[in-house]
């Protein structure tokens, strides 16, 4: 099995800054992507970032510029600096992670979820 642990998140005023990690362990074999979601109250989970084994990234347009996935392969790590935070970017975030445990069965992993809230 795989598993996450996320750490980071917690209250800050808007214009600040967090970071959020998440780190995967246990049957990892080849993982393909790791990235962040959140999910505010009332609304569905949503894609925040995403970077995959070769680099590539992916974020949302509304993250754009204010938000930086990075990876840490050997660690199998990854990190998520937001800056600039506003309070519409309260949510619980969720660490995800795609992959092949032996490098043939594929799995669809989570974390537990982390709260982070911006004040106004």
């Known amino acids: 099995q795989v598993q996450l642990v996320e750490s980071g998140g917690g209250s800050v005023q808007a214009g600040g800054s967090l970071r959020l990690s998440c780190t995967a362990s246990?049957?990892?074999?080849?993982?393909?992507?790791m990235g962040w979601y959140r999910q505010a109250p009332g609304k569905q989970r949503e894609l925040v970032a995403r970077?995959?084994?070769?680099?590539?990234?992916d974020y949302a347009d509304s993250v754009k510029g204010r938000f930086a996935i990075s990876r840490d392969i050997r660690k199998n790590t990854v990190l998520l600096r937001m800056n600039s935070l506003k309070p519409e970017d309260t949510a619980v975030y969720y660490c995800?992670?795609?992959?092949?445990?032996?490098?043939?069965?594929?799995?669809?992993?989570w974390g537990r979820g982390t709260q982070v809230t911006v004040s106004s």
């Open positions: 995800n992670t795609v992959g092949y445990s032996d490098y043939v069965t594929p799995y669809d992993i």
């Open positions: 246990g049957n990892i074999g080849n993982i393909d992507t």
């Open positions: 970077i995959t084994s070769a680099g590539t990234t």
